[in-house]
């Protein structure tokens, strides 16, 4: 969502120090896609770890969006008076708003073992289930629209990153 | 107490949309989502049956990774690198575009 402006580096200029809140968007938002992917990989994780992971990224992406509000409120302002990339990003966030809620609730709703283990008793229905699958279907596409319309600061962020870790492990030889 | 606040207005957006799915599911329109079977969606599971449920569910999946499933992982993985991919080819697309047409002017 909200991003540090990053000019390119050149091979020959020192990187520029990366912001701390940089620096944490960047890990924070990386840990939450690779936690995404696994969770929606039921297969692979079998219903547990997929139940504790979905309250896990519930509880992530309430921080996600508290850490972004800022630019969630810029946004909205600005968006009656410009459009264009800025209205369609807006417009995706907002698509995963509903979704990613609405998924992670039902999950909640129709848990067959993260709730039990905390000694609670879930509330069935054929209506959150397959108010699940849909809306996680739907992430699915969403997800990784929202992470590339944003590719341009992942890819300067990443950079930064990897020269100033580049140039500290040559200084340590 | 600026993050306090953010954070109570992100868990205020959370809950309208949790709200939303609520009166969703006790709507008549819930019948379009899952068929006529949702029409009263919020039943309590019994106790025994769910128990039952859960213990066949753990015995199945296993607590931990099943790695002999990773296909499942992979093939996510890929959707979601496909669905970049097409946005960043069309994201530099329009880009250069639009840096041709102000060379041009």
């Known amino acids: ?173 | 107490m600026r993050f306090a606040r953010h954070l109570a207005a992100a868990l205020l957006a959370v809950a309208a949309v949790v709200a939303l799915g609520v009166a969703w599911a006790h709507s008549s329109e819930a019948s379009w989502l899952a068929g006529p079977a949702a029409a009263h969606p919020a039943r309590f599971v019994r106790a025994e049956q769910h128990i039952r449920i859960v213990r066949a569910s753990l015995r199945d999946n296993g607590p931990g990774l099943s790695l002999a499933s990773s296909a499942d992982l992979i093939h996510t993985a890929v959707i979601e690198a496909a669905v970049m991919a097409v946005v960043v080819a069309a994201s530099a697309a329009r880009r250069h575009r639009r840096r041709a047409r102000r060379a041009a002017a």
């Open chain 1, 1 to 173: 969502m909200e991003t540090t402006e990053a000019p390119p580096d050149t091979a020959t200029r020192t990187p520029r120090r990366v912001p701390v809140r940089t620096r944490l968007d960047f890990w924070f938002d990386g840990v939450l896609l690779v936690a995404y992917t696994l969770a929606y990989s039921l297969g692979f994780t079998g219903l547990a770890i997929h139940e504790w992971l979905g309250i896990g990224i519930g509880v992530a992406l309430l921080l996600h969006l508290t850490l972004h509000w800022d630019w969630v409120l810029r946004t909205s302002r600005r968006l009656l008076r410009r459009g264009g990339r800025d209205r369609l990003i807006w417009l995706v966030n907002l698509a995963l708003l509903l979704t990613m809620t609405l998924c992670i609730a039902s999950g909640v709703l129709i848990s067959r073992v993260a709730l039990y283990q905390i000694g609670l008793t879930a509330l069935g229905g054929p209506f959150w289930t397959t108010l699940h699958d849909t809306t996680a279907k739907l992430t699915l596409g969403l997800v990784p629209v929202h992470v590339a319309l944003r590719w341009r600061w992942i890819v300067s962020v990443g950079r930064r990153l990897l020269s100033r870790q580049k140039q500290a492990w040559r200084r340590s030889r």
